[in-house]
Structures are given as structure tokens and as C-alpha cells.
């Protein structure tokens, strides 16, 4: 079994780096590789690859006779340097070549090695219908990051190499192959078409890619560079709906950016069975079909034009500027997650801007709570794979929103456009994007990237604030609540601006808001300011704008929270008001978020609301959030959907009912509204009655026809997770985990056995576990994904041996960390619950001994004569003197 949690103790958190963790970094290099070609032939039927892989090398140092070459999992024929066959040793892993001539420092060498692939597993996958998904399409696409290329042709597979490219490949008809760079030849030859790509700029060999299929392609342009969509025949409307953008966003991260797009053309393919969302290969992204929007998904999904801005921004930053080592990853993988919310803000407004990096913030403070804490450059890991986090993703685009607020618009821009002019074509790590920000702004940001980059975490701020009516004085008590007074390595130390809120009162109209703002130097544990000040101010706006990577808790008196919430300009400073008073409570609290939910302009503080008023425990709020289910924001009916699932009550159910009867315009509420319903149907209390119709209702739903990614059924699936010690529930929820059934539905329902076995039957629990351990034997990454879901959210000890096993076997590394996390998991989770067992026992014992007590005290009451009293007689009856 793998270990307990291991921790850090500098910070108490979870650690990064698992048993077996260990530096890396690239390996020497006798050569520089230089240019790869591909000649290839796919069997599409037998899913094999047979051709050759040469290699252009200038030798770095004279007399080296031998090479070693990543290779995994080939069947390697033979090597030859000019024809002439070179002796080698391949063990699976690496080809140690042996050659014939020693190498001469500056005279090109060209090594091919002839090798063929039989049913990879990693590398280049075969998409074919089988007798479960009969209609699933004919494809074949490869996946190179982070160190999978050795998996479909042999070379030197690590980030700092930089060449170009060809592949010349023949596949069957009716398919087309589509690659890096430029179609400098298609032939049609008698069993088949070859297509021969060229990328003529250089780029690193995990981003070489070739997808194939029986593709409809829709064009377009930008400028003079070919934009080009491939999807599966019949979907262009679809392809249109999620791609059709590209030029503007294109036209958007050229000028942001200081450097026209970089290559000839752009190709996005979508295809079937991604592993990813998508993959920024060199002037060829490919992206999971299931991004493919239709009319209906369109309404609130903004997760698709946000996949497609993100990998065009690798263009720049990854395929034109390369990352030099896995460790600097987020420099590539910050800024393009940073550029969708330049393409929000660019599209949709400075306010849903704000509310994407808040969403970014969450994501990136989920995993440092609940997953681990790290540098967001490491070089100590067991594969590359596992830096690919939240840590260089959403953390990453926060670091460079940072930059941008400290810098301002003007040199930010001009820094990341000197960074990309001067490293085009080249290689980085994080000291060159400093170097580049110094050089181009004469700001020296190194005290940033300490904190923010090279170790982990954020502040964690509690702001008080109260009023010296008598002497005019603001006093704000700020404390980094994630250091210790005794431990000041883990303050951080940065300039934040805050604001004081004045409303002033106009003729007719809402008050107009003046803000008095000022810049604090926040470095000590505890730090209390007094501001002197001509009037008490409305409200207080800690960190203005809220650009800082952090956490913050609001300890204001509720009026100024009141006034935060309705006037402050910035929609994450209303959002932190909300959440304050939501922790205050009380019916003021109520009426104050029920008006921001009816009247704020702004749909994401109307969605944050409520979610907030359904964690306070009054009557009131139900009729707000039922009211809200009307609201012509989808995202906001959503929110609203959402929480009433949590208040459990007669009206809610029959709220949700309704909606669920009716639908919706968008998918997402509709599901919302289906897994709410189950939430509450679930219910204890709800009675025997309301859960029988519950069920029949989310089968009657599971029953319906296949929607667009199964995001309708897919809520009922999530519905039954809250049926957890009914077997008819599991029972159906079994039937949706077979082969056959619609990929997102199955993998949800796999997930969803994790969840509704911690309330069942021993007998049924080991169902549960017999259906994961068949499941687990198959081999596509994102089923294992759920099998390692499902076992992690179990409690019991069998889900931790089968995770070992699981991990054990698999030759993904992603599948084995998450599979090893899981079982840290679980361990903590039977320790929990033998910990509330124990409690049981303990209050059980307690209560027995009390009832012993009690009964001893009756009997000897029973045996006393009763109470006399001092004075003439006996008393006759009353009650025994206060304090018996």
C-alpha cells in the first residue's frame, strides 16, 4: 500500500512530491537535433504503423560513437547512417546506437532507423467502431506531451530540442492525414492517398502530430494564414458554433501578443476519444469532439471558446516560445489559460473577466487545499505529467494577471511582447520571462516570483475594519492568517490596494460612488492601520479590483457589508460582501441578498448569491431562490437550481419538480434541476412515498433518448448519488456502467458507484467493487480516470487494494498519482469514520450508563419514605424542595 499523507513541514500541507520522487533535468546532448522525417504507412484495420524515422543531427563533440534515442514500445528493424546498417541494442525503452564512424563536431549526421507499431497503447491511438460503439468513426490522432512521442517514433524526446519537421504518410481511402506545417504533396496511389507535410519553422518533437480521418473540413482565414476546421462528417453547423471565432481571437492575441501569428497555417481537428480537451501541436491543434457545440449548448457554455483561445495561445507561447525544460511549464500553460481571459474581457466585458479569474482562483485553491501544496516550478517529480496541475494552469494565469496590475496595461504588454520578439524561436525558462520584464520596463519583479512561483502558496488575509466616530479614524486589522507570528518564512510581502467608499447622494437616481483609494505595504503577521479621515466611510474595497493571488475573510460590521454588496463597482468585492453576510445570517442579511439577487447587473454576483442565501437557515430565503428560477440569466437559474437542492423542503421539491417537467432552454439548468430534485427526494424526512417517485422519475429520465454530451441524463446520474442506501437506486445506476452505453453517461455512472456505496449493504458494496474491478481492466485513460473516482470516494478497505492494483498495473502516470491520492483518501476516510463510530459507542456507553444512573435513582426514590419538612406534620403531597 502506498503511504498515508505525507506532509510539508514547512506549511503543513499535503506534499507535492510522492516515494519516488526525484530531480530531472535534460540530458546532455553530443548533438543537436536538428530535423525529424517521418515516412509512414497506417493499417488502420490491424491498427498498425510500419516506415522509417530519420534523423538530422550536428554533432556537438568529436569521437562520440554512440547515441542513445528514446524509443518505447517499437519494433525496431534496422538503423543505418547513408545506407549502411549500424549495429544497436534496444531494450524497449532506449536504442543505444553504435556507430560505425564516431562523430566529427559540425558535420551533419543522418540516422534512420526502420521500426513498425503494433497496437500502441500511448503515442498514436486507433479510434475503430467495435460491437459496444458500432457508430463510433474510423480515426487515428497522436499525442506527443508530455513525453509520449518515444511512443510512436523514435528520436530525443525532451522539450529543449528544437528542429523541424515533415511526415509523409499513406493512409486508405476515403481518409485524409493531417499534420504540421504545409501539404506540399498529396498522391493517390492504388491503395490509398499520401499526404506529405512539412513544418519549416522549428518547434520541440512532442509537438509533432498527425491526425486522421474521414474528416469534413471547413475554411477560413485570417489575414493570409488558412484557418481550417475538421470534423466528423455532418457537423459543421456544430464546427461553426465552436470554432467560427478563431479569426478574431487570432486577430486579438497577434496584437496583444507584439507578433502576427507565427506559422502558415492552422488547422483544428476535433477528435473522437480525446484524452484532453485539446493540444496545442504546432499550426495544429487537436481538440476532443466533445467541445463541439450545438444550439441549445451554446446559450451558457463559454468552456468551449475558452478551450479553442486557449490552445491557439500556445501558438506563441509553447510552439513559437518553447519551454527548455517540463519545469518551467507554466510559463507556456499560465499565459494560455490567462488568454482566455483576455478573450472574455476582449468579447464579453471587463466584468465576466473578473468572474473567469475568480473562477481560475477556486480552481487553483481547491487543489492547493485538498491535494497538495508545491513551487510552481519543480524539478522533483516521478513524470513530467504530474506538473500538469492547477499549479502551472490557473495559478499560472493568475501570476501573470499580477504582473499586469503591478505593471499596468502599457508596460505589461510591452513586456510580454519584448518576451516573445526576443524568444521566438528559441527556448526559455522562468528567469528569462524576469529578465525579459526588467529589460523592457526597468521593473525588477524577482520579490513577485519568490513568493508566487518559486514557492508555494498565497496569503491568507482576515480584514477587520471598525469606526472611531470620536476621532475620525478608520482602524483596519489585517493578519496573514496562513503564518504563524513565530514563523515569518511563510509571510508574504506585497503592496495591495485598498479603497474607501463614499456614496454621494444625487437627484433622482442611485447614489453616486466615490472611491478614496490608497496602496498598503502588507508584510507582518498582524498589522493594524488607522486611516484619518474626513467622514465614516459606506464600505471598505480590500485589495481593489482584486487582482492578487489570495483568500480573504471580511470581518466588517454589516452595514458597510450591506453597502459593499449593492455599490461597490467591482463584482469580486460585491461577490466577498455577499459571502460575509451570508456568514453573519439573520434576516437583515436575507433581505440584503435577496435584493443584490433581483436587482444586481451583473449575472455572476446574481449566481454567487445564490448560492450564498441557501446556507442561511431561514424561511425567507426559499421564495427568493424559487423566484430566481426565473431570472433570464441561464447561469443564474442554475445557482438557483443548484441550492435549492439543499434546502429540502416541500416547496423547494415541488419548485424543481416543475422545472424539471417543463426543461429549460439550456442544458446545464435542466440537469441542475434534475440532480436538485434527486437531492431532495433523497431526503431524509421526505418519506418512503416521495423517494418511490424520485426514482421513477430519474428513470423515466435515464430512459429518454441520447442528448448532446448526455449533460441532461448525466444530472440524473448525479442524482442517484444521493440515494445512498437505496439498492434500487444502485441498481440502476449499474445498468448505465455497461459497454454501449454513451461514453460521458457511462463514465458519470461509473463515477457515481463511489459515492452511493458508502450507504449500502456490505453485500452490495462488494457489487460495487466487482463492477470496478471488471471496469478497471479496460485500457482507455478516461475510464481508468473514473474507476480511480469511484474507488476514491468509497470507505472501505477492498477499494484500497484494488487502487494499488490499479496503479501498480497501469503504464499512464497520471492514472497511477491519482490512483495513489485516492487511496490517501480512503485511508482518511475510514479514520474518520472509525473516529464517528468510536463517538457512537462512546455517546451509546454514556447513554447506557445515564439510564443505569437514573434507574438506581428511581429505585431509591422508591424506597424513601418521601421528603419531610420542618414545622407541625408530615408533608402530604407538592413538589420536593428546589435543587432535589
Not at 487515428?140 to 511512443?151: F, I, K
Not at 485538498?370 to 500538469?388: F, G, K, Q
Not at 513568493?451 to 471598525?466: E, K, M
Not at 492494483?805 to 485516492?822: F, H, I, K, P, W
Request: aromatic share 8%; net charge negative.
Amino acid at each position: 500500500m502506498a503511504n498515508a499523507h505525507r506532509f510539508d513541514p514547512d506549511n503543513g500541507y499535503k506534499a507535492f512530491d510522492l516515494p519516488g520522487a526525484k530531480p530531472h533535468y535534460n540530458p546532455d546532448r553530443p548533438a543537436q537535433l536538428q530535423h525529424i522525417a517521418l515516412d509512414l504507412a497506417l493499417d488502420l484495420e490491424r491498427r498498425t504503423c510500419q516506415g522509417t524515422c530519420t534523423l538530422s543531427l550536428k554533432p556537438i563533440r568529436d569521437g562520440i560513437d554512440r547515441i542513445s534515442l528514446n524509443a518505447v514500445g517499437q519494433h525496431i528493424e534496422a538503423v543505418t547512417v547513408a545506407d549502411r546498417p549500424q549495429s544497436f541494442d534496444y531494450d524497449g525503452e532506449q536504442i543505444q546506437v553504435r556507430l560505425a564512424q564516431p562523430m566529427v563536431a559540425g558535420k551533419p549526421l543522418q540516422i534512420t532507423l526502420h521500426y513498425r507499431l503494433e497496437q500502441p497503447q500511448r503515442g498514436i491511438y486507433f479510434i475503430a467502431p467495435d460491437p459496444d460503439y458500432p457508430t463510433k468513426p474510423v480515426q487515428v490522432w497522436t499525442q506527443g506531451e508530455d513525453e509520449d512521442s518515444r511512443y510512436w517514433f523514435p528520436g530525443l524526446d525532451f522539450p529543449g530540442q528544437l528542429i523541424t519537421s515533415e511526415i509523409r504518410v499513406r493512409v486508405p481511402q476515403p481518409y485524409q492525414a493531417i499534420a504540421n506545417g504545409d501539404l506540399v504533396s498529396q498522391e493517390t496511389v492504388e491503395d490509398g492517398t499520401i499526404y506529405h507535410w512539412y513544418q519549416r519553422q522549428v518547434h520541440p518533437p512532442y509537438l509533432l502530430a498527425l491526425a486522421v480521418g474521414d474528416f469534413e473540413c471547413l475554411e477560413d482565414r485570417w489575414r493570409d494564414v488558412a484557418l481550417t476546421y475538421y470534423v466528423e462528417k455532418g457537423r459543421t453547423h456544430q464546427a461553426q458554433l465552436t470554432m467560427g471565432k478563431t479569426p478574431r481571437m487570432v486577430e486579438l492575441l497577434s496584437d496583444r501578443y507584439g507578433y502576427p501569428y507565427p506559422f502558415s497555417k492552422y488547422a483544428q481537428v476535433c477528435a473522437a476519444d480525446f484524452i484532453f480537451g485539446g493540444m496545442e501541436n504546432t499550426s495544429m491543434t487537436i481538440l476532443t469532439d466533445r467541445c463541439l457545440l450545438d444550439d441549445r449548448a451554446a446559450i451558457d457554455n463559454r468552456a468551449a471558446e475558452a478551450l479553442v483561445v486557449h490552445e491557439l495561445a500556445h501558438q506563441w507561447f509553447g510552439d513559437l516560445v518553447v519551454i527548455n525544460h517540463w519545469s518551467h511549464a507554466w510559463v507556456k500553460e499560465g499565459m494560455a489559460t490567462y488568454s482566455e481571459t483576455l478573450w472574455t474581457e476582449a468579447e464579453y466585458g471587463a466584468d465576466e473577466a473578473a468572474y473567469y479569474r475568480l473562477g481560475d482562483l477556486r480552481s487553483y485553491l481547491e487543489e492547493d487545499k485538498s491535494r497538495y501544496r508545491r513551487p510552481m516550478v519543480t524539478h522533483v517529480y516521478r513524470e513530467a505529467i504530474e506538473l500538469y496541475d492547477r499549479h502551472i494552469y490557473e495559478k499560472g494565469a493568475g501570476v501573470y494577471h499580477m504582473i499586469r496590475a503591478i505593471l499596468g496595461e502599457e508596460l505589461f504588454w510591452r513586456a510580454m511582447q519584448h518576451f516573445v520578439q526576443t524568444y521566438a524561436h528559441q527556448t526559455v525558462e522562468t528567469i528569462d520571462l524576469v529578465r525579459a520584464i526588467d529589460q523592457a520596463t526597468g521593473h525588477n519583479l524577482r520579490p513577485l516570483f519568490d513568493q508566487y512561483v518559486l514557492r508555494g502558496g498565497h496569503p491568507d488575509y482576515r480584514v477587520a475594519y471598525s469606526w472611531d466616530g470620536e476621532n475620525h479614524l478608520a482602524k483596519l486589522t489585517v493578519t496573514q492568517t496562513q503564518a504563524k507570528p513565530d514563523h515569518p518564512s511563510s509571510l508574504f510581502d506585497l503592496r495591495l490596494p485598498i479603497a474607501f467608499g463614499y456614496l454621494e447622494t444625487v437627484d433622482h437616481g442611485e447614489p453616486k460612488v466615490h472611491l478614496q483609494s490608497l496602496t498598503l505595504r502588507l508584510h507582518e503577521y498582524q498589522q493594524t492601520l488607522f486611516f484619518p479621515l474626513e467622514r465614516k466611510p459606506d464600505f471598505i474595497s480590500f485589495d481593489q479590483g482584486n487582482h492578487y493571488l489570495k483568500t480573504v475573510v471580511l470581518e466588517y460590521p454589516l452595514p458597510e457589508l450591506k453597502a459593499q454588496l449593492r455599490y461597490d463597482p467591482d463584482p469580486l468585492s460585491r461577490i466577498q460582501a455577499a459571502i460575509a453576510l451570508a456568514k453573519k445570517g439573520g434576516l437583515e442579511a436575507v433581505q440584503a441578498l435577496a435584493t443584490a439577487l433581483q436587482q444586481d447587473p451583473f449575472w455572476g454576483v446574481r449566481a454567487e448569491v445564490a448560492e450564498q442565501i441557501a446556507t442561511i437557515q431561514l424561511d425567507q430565503v426559499e421564495p427568493v431562490l424559487i423566484q430566481a428560477l426565473a431570472d433570464p440569466e441561464a447561469r443564474v437559474r442554475r445557482a438557483a437550481a443548484k441550492s435549492l437542492g439543499q434546502l429540502k423542503t416541500r416547496a423547494s421539491y415541488k419548485a424543481l419538480k416543475a422545472l424539471v417537467k417543463q426543461g429549460d432552454p439550456s442544458y446545464y439548468v435542466e440537469a441542475a434541476a434534475i440532480t436538485a430534485l434527486g437531492q431532495v427526494g433523497a431526503a431524509e424526512g421526505a418519506g418512503q412515498a416521495r423517494h418511490g417517485k424520485t426514482l421513477q422519475r430519474l428513470e423515466a429520465i435515464l430512459a429518454g433518448p441520447p442528448g448532446w454530451n448526455e449533460v441532461v441524463r448525466c444530472g440524473a446520474i448525479a442524482a442517484l448519488k444521493s440515494f445512498k442506501s437505496s439498492p434500487q437506486a444502485l441498481d440502476l445506476l449499474l445498468t448505465y456502467t455497461v459497454a454501449g452505453t454513451p461514453q460521458p453517461l457511462r463514465l458519470e455512472a461509473i463515477k457515481a458507484l463511489g459515492p452511493i456505496s458508502t450507504g449500502q449493504s456490505q453485500a452490495d458494496q462488494e457489487r460495487v467493487l466487482d463492477r470496478l474491478r471488471a471496469i478497471a481492466r479496460e485500457s482507455f485513460f478516461l475510464t481508468q480516470v473514473a474507476v480511480v473516482a469511484a474507488l476514491g470516494a468509497m470507505v472501505t478497505p477492498q477499494a484500497m487494494t484494488l487502487l494499488q492494483s490499479l496503479a501498480d498495473q497501469t503504464s499512464d502516470g497520471r492514472v497511477r498519482r491519482q490512483a495513489e491520492e485516492a487511496i490517501q483518501k480512503v485511508q482518511a476516510a475510514i479514520g474518520k469514520d472509525k473516529a464517528v463510530e468510536k463517538l457512537q459507542q462512546q455517546l451509546e456507553e454514556l447513554k447506557q450508563t445515564n439510564q443505569r444512573l437514573n434507574s438506581r435513582l428511581a429505585d431509591l426514590e422508591a424506597r424513601s419514605p418521601g421528603p419531610s419538612w420542618s414545622g407541625q406534620g408530615q408533608a402530604t403531597g407538592g413538589c420536593p424542595p428546589s435543587g432535589a
